[in-house]
């Protein structure tokens, strides 16, 4: 039997408290799992610094991978003998699944940000560069990596097999959302998977969803919402995102700086400070080698490093209050100006995030991250886009909604000797009636 | 208002996916979670290398503790206004309750055994010494944090208090059971708690349960032993703890050597080498310095420790079968010689485990883990110990059982290429009808 | 100590698969609960023929009135030296809630219709006429059971009572999503009750919910319209509903009709048919007797009769196609023709039913169903409607959707004999492109 | 197509709270179904009186028989390709499955015990008998209905496909089990059933399990255990089964007695009193016909019925004190003296119930209600029964466990105005330290 079509003796399930169990019959999925680059996501946590929010979200990117894997192999299952369904890209599906997020590193959010990284590229790059995961998927034919790197790219010809792993309702998408309400706690992110899996349906180029299925649909999209605004973007996690951007800008500063030398040098990330990461160095960068330096950088020679990293490590975040950049632009000169008075370097210290969420949209091409929209399948077997047959979907659809904060140590400001000075920044930062005690 | 009566503003709440949400009033308790040495319990895991064999279980110490925590809270809120309860040792529980485990390193059960530490004695000293933990207690009233060790070292001279923290049915056990279950997704570990809790009654010197509620404990009972023997002690986790430990061993051993020489100073574990580990060393190294050290060890010149620390980054295991070295002393001492024969180096490559459990003990004074029995309440105010009414308790009750398994890198015996060399060993290895694909 | 305040020796508690356990303390609950007018929801279903589409939604009113008794204990316990709360009133808001709806018939929906009945007029009769309730309430003090039967109607006084009983985000109605998602089985009707309960806040006139808990009652604003079109207007549970209406209506006019004689007389029905209800009447019909009737009525002689009990005994229910009545008028009458042509009564046999529902709305006073609208306590103390601060429930708020549906016993026309009859009635119902073979 | 084979054009789903969807594809089994004979299962609660002590308890065999139904089926799902299933009896099986129970009326151990029925043979009866369930079998092929019988007799030669259905760890048990478990509420009757689908296997004349599901066994064992003693052997539950088994009787008694006339016929109960049930009757007496007739017996002119109907109906159980008649003859024959002194008759209102469960036993052939053991598959392939492989189950194995409770009228008594006697009765009720105030 060739190396593609060789099954396990017996079928291995691994115990997931999302799905109660991933099955796994297929010798190169077995082998992929084993792989170091895919054992390596164990080191990456699926929602970085969420943690610091949500305790119970401890859970890493390996997790994740294999949830998103069983759910494509369950709808594969039920796509088996429909019409438009290719038994052949079987495989294939289930590789691209399992293999989505490879190329994730730690915390990405911040040091794709910071060091101008893209995850989709590393990805791209474990699975057709020099590695196990290459190695065993070209053991299955010459070139199936490149299918597999294709589809994670979006840019493989069958698009229904691209639609399976990324589209406004695929296999990454109602993975995470239940996998983080999970390990978080928090009662949203449920859905009726099941009946999603059962009325979805296999058209030439796209996955499609029977419209008798619409409210379960719905239920999703309003999860989604939810899970987005009540836990992605949480403003405490947001503040340890932000303290984390600052640490990496300022030990690359450092580490540009002729006046400054690290007591250790910092091996591991010399490549990101000089730009010119390649996928060996990459693959070494786990969460686990972050907190390392993190530690040692407390005992460094530089005032705003040390705080940085112990605050990041200690959980001392930044307070926060409402504040629109846009529409306080005065306000926001004059805070830069006092904090530079205070002594308080407000490159480091005194920190705008904005968060945008589109909860669902209907397609517009062109868009930077453009999804396809979610289609019904009417009984007369016409297509129709989500949003023009359901309400509520269509009350959201298209709005973007952002969330505007400022951050800033609130403990420092307490400290300030010049009262006129402190009473200045507190009136500026508690215009808006928030409460000075928010937590 | 005395700093040990202080309350929040507001009731903070943690959400927590165990307890739906645990809570904080007492100013103390929040300064306490707040502390350096709390948090970085974020940074041990709870199950070790559980999460190698159940995917789920990635979640830390600090998970834990806050649930230890909101037991005891809550079992508290149940006590108020009951005979025999001192309200003035609420605080002094809770304290315990939340710091019982802040002791534990990384991997405490391996570095425990290999090192010769006590996650105990940290636990204390962490408490009474130099600390920010020590400081908050302090602050409470002088002398208060002794109390705190003590109730966890269990001499406090209220039993009552300790039987709280540490019985055969304490917060630790029911928090603890729970919480593995979720994490790692397995059916076993759910007991109705909410009942146990409402049939605690306080007494003179133990908490005791009102028989109507034994059915709750026997339940409870039932789980702590499949929990023990199929999540704690399974032996995928055991063979991930053995490479663990010998890896240990043997950067021990060549930081002893001569000979050797680290190219990078293991400078976080030259105490624990040297058997001279202060609090300062100990807190330093939690299980994100473990992982850096063993990727750069994976590049040190010693082949026998960079095999083990890849084999335990990348979840190269070592396979087992079943092995009773009492019954099977000839065979280990043939098994020995044929592995150095092979040039498998035994006493790393061929590793006896063997894990042993008293699922549920009636009192035997002097015994070494002793741990107060349950007592059950009866209608007529009498007690009786919960083994003499409950068959299924009875049953089980002071029955030590051990499972034995020999442990070995079955990789490297396939490569062996003396053919009658590699059949005896699996010759011997099998004898037991053991299937060779045993995963 | 007076009737008011006493308590039983020990708490008791009732196992609730939905809220864990009721708890109940006091004397006069607990011999609420005891009395024959309460015992007697145990025969009343809650959802009526809902467990004809959803087989588990078998359970009882009796179910339901615990569970929203055990809500607003839940709340007021929160409420406890809040400011605003009068805790004389604790016991009236227990009550109320525990008796709200102790006025339900049999099928409560079909009854009222088909009598013009009201069951909110026999909860007021049940509470203030001569029953074992009345009884009891008038020990509490005389005068007692008016009050009780005030906050029902919602004229008592105290608004913040009446708002816990009935508003947009009362007790009822998050008991009732909960209790019959779970029943059902369906994943709709899941929101974060306990963090509900925590941000509630009593103020003069009504319970407001803190801005911070908004996205919680989003979330229960969108498990309403779900539960609303997913089960409570599922289309074969109307089929049902409108089979039982047909039978009472059959029932009434052959007793008005002179020539008809029931075999057995239909004693029960009586004094319904003659529209002249007393509550002893009223109180002995429950559903187990309404079977009886309608298992004996399979036997009468009147063959429309016979057909709609077997119909509804044993679920061969009505087909159903979309129809608009004000946009098919012509439809209507050419299918009113047809049917009578193929002797099969239409009055009986061609039913339009259509269902509306308004997810949330903002107050608008002099509307029939009045209910309070959402009130949200912002940080700085004012009140802010929801609809104007949650997109969502603003998208949603105030649009009446409703559904048209056409029912028929399909078996009826496939029999007929006359194709050309047949083949029309067929082209007219299925015009709309629905499938014929839709169950 | 034949009738057999032939399958639905669209698979159908029953939303089931336990096991999410009931699946049904084949035509036969949804005219099974829809036959008024299954829909009649809708009238008969799972667990009789039971809802009367945890007041979820309200579902149906109806539920019931459709989630043994699909246990079957999911098992036999598995079993394909697999060595001795035949596929061939893959509709035998499922029929089986979903006929079980058909033969279950009212209450059935109440009725069974007075009436001297048995509930299997009417399940025969409606097999083979003259029913919509018998021609539906018949279609499938002549002499189908038989097999159909014998499987659920355990007289069917295919011992592989009697063990599906009634074994120690059949799909019976298995739903039930978990079934009654979530309507109840309580956290017993929880095992991981997916585990033990997974590791049963089909051999020549049973149903094994992998040994290495054996601690999911172990836990299905102790779930059941826990069911019988927390659950179905409640003594609330019994106190209602004790006065429903004397309504009967009472009723039978004045049916019998020439100078007592009914004031209405109890034309659904003659042939019960009579002994001369046949099917046609016994269809027609559920559960709601009882309730009907229990309504009317309050206002028979016999004080004892009257009593016992309106305790039943309004829930004013019998109290009730341990009591073992073996032990305790004499007190036995002094209350039934005293009770008649006291003119409260004690053949109705002093009754001694007893109940005994085996938790699991071992193949003792000629016992009374033999089922076959469990048997593990070992890895060597030889099969080992489960008492000796597992400590706990070897533990409670062929423990038969007896529970004796004297039931009476405790109002009754504490109205006595002969103060001599009511002492001296409460002495010996009392005797065993029994709390008085026991609810």
């Given at each position: 039997?060739?190396?593609?079509d060789?099954?396990?003796s017996e079928e291995?399930?691994?115990?997931d408290?999302?799905?109660r169990?991933?099955?796994?019959?297929?010798?190169v999925?077995?082998?992929?799992i084993a792989?170091?680059?895919?054992?390596?996501l164990?080191?990456?946590?699926?929602?970085?610094?969420?943690?610091?929010?949500?305790?119970?979200a401890?859970h890493?990117r390996?997790?994740?991978?294999l949830g998103?894997?069983?759910?494509?192999?369950?709808?594969i299952n039920?796509?088996?003998?429909?019409?438009?369904?290719?038994?052949?890209?079987r495989?294939?599906?289930?590789?691209?699944a399992?293999?989505?997020?490879l190329g994730?590193g730690?915390?990405?959010?911040?040091?794709?940000?910071?060091?101008?990284l893209?995850?989709?590229?590393?990805?791209?790059?474990?699975i057709?560069?020099?590695t196990k995961?290459n190695?065993i998927?070209?053991?299955v034919s010459?070139?199936f990596?490149?299918?597999?790197?294709?589809?994670?790219?979006?840019?493989?010809?069958d698009?229904?097999?691209?639609?399976?792993?990324?589209?406004?309702?695929?296999?990454?998408r109602?993975d995470?959302?239940q996998?983080?309400a999970?390990?978080?706690?928090?009662s949203?992110?449920?859905?009726d998977?099941?009946r999603?899996?059962?009325v979805?349906?296999?058209?030439?180029?796209?996955?499609?969803i029977?419209?008798t299925?619409?409210h379960?649909v719905?239920?999703y999209?309003?999860?989604?919402?939810?899970?987005?605004?009540?836990v992605?973007?949480?403003?405490v996690?947001?503040?340890?995102?932000?303290?984390?951007?600052?640490?990496l800008?300022?030990?690359?500063y450092?580490?540009?700086?002729?006046?400054?030398t690290?007591?250790?040098k910092?091996?591991?990330?010399?490549s990101?400070?000089e730009?010119?990461?390649d996928l060996?160095?990459?693959?070494?960068?786990?969460?686990m080698?972050?907190?390392?330096y993190f530690?040692?950088w407390q005992?460094?020679?530089?005032?705003?490093?040390?705080?940085?990293?112990?605050r990041?490590?200690n959980r001392?975040l930044?307070k926060y209050?409402?504040?629109?950049?846009?529409?306080q632009?005065?306000?926001?000169?004059e805070?830069?100006?006092?904090?530079?008075q205070?002594?308080?370097?407000?490159?480091?210290?005194?920190?705008?995030?904005?968060?945008s969420?589109?909860p669902?949209?209907?397609?517009r091409?062109g868009e930077e991250?453009?999804?396809?929209p979610?289609?019904?399948l009417m009984p007369?077997?016409s297509?129709?886009?989500?949003?023009?047959?359901?309400?509520i979907?269509?009350?959201?659809?298209?709005?973007?909604?952002t969330?505007?904060?400022?951050?800033?140590?609130?403990?420092r400001l307490?400290?300030?000797k010049d009262e006129?000075?402190?009473?200045?920044?507190?009136?500026?930062?508690?215009?808006?009636?928030?409460?000075?005690?928010?937590?």
């Amino acid at each position: 039997m060739s190396y593609r079509d060789e099954k396990l003796s017996e079928e291995k399930v691994f115990k997931d408290p999302v799905h109660r169990y991933v099955h796994v019959k297929d010798r190169v999925i077995w082998d992929l799992i084993a792989a170091p680059e895919f054992q390596r996501l164990r080191r990456v946590k699926q929602l970085g610094t969420t943690n610091l929010t949500f305790h119970g979200a401890e859970h890493s990117r390996f997790n994740h991978s294999l949830g998103v894997y069983e759910i494509v192999r369950r709808i594969i299952n039920n796509f088996q003998d429909r019409p438009h369904w290719n038994e052949n890209e079987r495989l294939l599906c289930l590789c691209a699944a399992l293999l989505h997020d490879l190329g994730h590193g730690p915390f990405s959010h911040s040091f794709e940000k910071v060091f101008k990284l893209d995850h989709e590229y590393f990805t791209q790059q474990i699975i057709i560069g020099d590695t196990k995961i290459n190695e065993i998927l070209e053991r299955v034919s010459p070139g199936f990596s490149q299918k597999v790197a294709d589809v994670i790219a979006k840019t493989y010809e069958d698009k229904l097999v691209v639609s399976l792993i990324s589209s406004q309702i695929d296999a990454d998408r109602m993975d995470y959302l239940q996998r983080d309400a999970y390990f978080t706690g928090v009662s949203y992110g449920h859905f009726d998977m099941e009946r999603i899996l059962r009325v979805m349906r296999p058209i030439e180029d796209q996955v499609v969803i029977k419209s008798t299925g619409m409210h379960a649909v719905e239920d999703y999209i309003m999860s989604r919402y939810q899970m987005y605004w009540q836990v992605y973007f949480h403003p405490v996690t947001r503040s340890a995102e932000v303290i984390l951007s600052k640490i990496l800008h300022r030990a690359k500063y450092l580490y540009e700086t002729k006046e400054f030398t690290f007591k250790l040098k910092p091996t591991h990330f010399v490549s990101f400070f000089e730009g010119d990461v390649d996928l060996k160095d990459y693959l070494k960068l786990d969460e686990m080698i972050v907190h390392y330096y993190f530690q040692l950088w407390q005992e460094e020679d530089d005032e705003i490093l040390c705080d940085l990293c112990e605050r990041f490590m200690n959980r001392r975040l930044f307070k926060y209050v409402e504040f629109n950049p846009n529409l306080q632009m005065d306000d926001w000169l004059e805070l830069y100006k006092l904090f530079q008075q205070a002594a308080i370097d407000p490159d480091y210290y005194l920190v705008v995030d904005s968060s945008s969420d589109l909860p669902y949209d209907f397609y517009r091409p062109g868009e930077e991250e453009e999804r396809l929209p979610i289609n019904l399948l009417m009984p007369d077997g016409s297509l129709k886009e989500l949003s023009r047959h359901s309400d509520i979907v269509e009350a959201i659809s298209g709005k973007k909604r952002t969330d505007h904060k400022l951050y800033f140590p609130k403990d420092r400001l307490n400290e300030l000797k010049d009262e006129t000075l402190k009473k200045r920044i507190k009136e500026i930062l508690y215009a808006q009636g928030a409460k000075e005690d928010v937590e």
